[in-house]
């Protein structure tokens, strides 16, 4: 089963009479696959079911999979502008996971839907898939049961600046109180939180105290600190985050300078979409835009232009386990090379130990961040960090 993604927001843009014929392109495109027995029905307005018989049909289906897959890497032309389709693809095999066409159809949606939740990747249905998503299910109900203000709480980690070591931003990272389960990390709940309408309601909220807690402690401890706050996609996916963001620098005094929002590069950034009008906006009322996980997505850099991003968080893909002489040492370069050029400041993530720290501030990057310097901790304990930074240079000043 195949699901196109952002294909509604083309229909919701361009009408359904250019969404029909970028269908038919699509469909072209993947004509190649037909050579080789693949049979392809439309289901559904951008969902697909693809049919291939055969003893080998399952480990010939992932080939097929990638090939329909690659059919798409080209963006196609809308109007006169360039418009980029991804898909979720789910795999059932028969008789081994029904032997009827509704029980695989079924069994195949939900393969797709963990398809959407893993970034696009491949799933095949499994008896351990149905129970991580009726996990994920009951994760989404006790969301929707959760009230911000209540069941949420923030930790804050500090990004400091390589040169001097001083702490000069703060991230704010979401944990939920669970009722039953204790505290749970983002990895145990985000992806779902996602993909739901409550993400918006949350997001104003860690907005709000975000933004209220730094103020409070640049007036305490007489510092500039910026927070840099995570967005949820479906928060970016609408102008209302125009003004939860106005809002939330009102109320707590903190000046647009110190306030950045955080976003993923599988935001969609593709030109003329919400998300990079949104963005962009934004960046015109002089909100600072950080790119996150930069180097494992889908943003262009023509997207990050565009939106007039300030930093770009260097994924901790490129620094778990550095050493020197390790090949990954010049792809950092390149990349800082890249980012003074554009005149955009740089974050290093998950820097864990000293040497690694040395190898990254050698390069030239600018800021890093990490459990070299503090995992992410409750207000009170970053408190504590900056008493400690003041005192510090008060000693040293």
């Given amino acids: 089963m195949i699901d196109l993604a952002r294909f509604k927001s083309v229909n919701e843009k361009y009408g359904h009479t250019e969404g029909d014929r970028l269908l038919r392109q699509i469909v072209e495109r993947w004509a190649v696959v037909r050579t080789h027995g693949v049979d392809i029905y439309r289901i559904g307005g951008d969902e697909f079911a693809v049919v291939l018989n055969g003893s080998d049909a399952e480990q010939a289906m992932h080939t097929v999979i990638k090939t329909m897959r690659a059919a798409l890497i080209e963006p196609f032309i809308l109007g006169d502008q360039n418009t980029r389709i991804d898909m979720s693809a789910g795999l059932t095999v028969a008789p081994r996971d029904g032997t009827t066409a509704d029980v695989l159809a079924a069994n195949a949606d939900l393969a797709v839907l963990t398809s959407k939740i893993e970034k696009g990747k491949t799933c095949t249905y499994s008896s351990e898939l149905r129970k991580l998503a009726l996990q994920r299910h009951e994760i989404a109900q006790d969301l929707l049961a959760a009230r911000p203000d209540r ?11 390589l040169r001097t070591g001083a702490i000069v931003k703060v991230e704010v990272l979401l944990r939920w109180q669970h009722p039953t389960r204790g505290l ?10 996602c993909g739901l309408d409550q993400s918006r309601s949350v997001g104003r909220w860690v907005l709000d105290t975000a933004c209220q807690q ?7 401890f007489g510092m500039d600190l910026v927070v840099s706050v995570n967005a949820f996609p479906l928060q970016v996916a609408t102008f209302d985050f125009i003004l939860d963001v106005q809002s939330a620098l ?17 935001i969609t950034l593709q030109e003329g979409s919400l998300n990079l009008k949104v963005l962009k906006q934004l960046s015109e009322m002089f909100v600072a835009i950080s790119l ?15 939106i007039e991003v300030q930093t770009l968080k260097i994924d901790r893909s490129f620094v778990f386990g550095l050493r020197p002489g390790d090949p990954r040492i010049e792809v950092l370069k390149a990349m800082q090379r890249m980012t003074k050029g554009l005149g955009i400041r740089t974050v290093v993530e998950g820097i864990e130990h000293k040497a690694v720290a040395d190898i990254v501030r050698k390069i030239g990057f600018d800021c890093g961040q990490g459990y070299y310097w503090s995992r992410p901790v409750d207000p009170r304990s970053f408190a504590g960090l900056l008493e400690a930074e003041c005192a510090s240079a008060v000693q040293f000043g």
């Fill in 151 to 161: 069941d949420f709480v923030l930790a804050y980690q500090p990004i400091v600046d």
């Fill in 184 to 193: 749970l990390m983002p990895a145990d709940f985000i992806d779902v939180l």
């Fill in 214 to 220: 730094i103020a409070h402690w640049n007036k305490r």
């Fill in 250 to 266: 009102y109320r707590s005094g903190l000046p647009v300078g110190c306030l950045e929002i955080e976003v993923t590069e599988n």
């Fill in 292 to 306: 996150d996980d930069f180097g494992t997505g889908f943003a262009s850099l023509n997207s990050v232009t565009q």
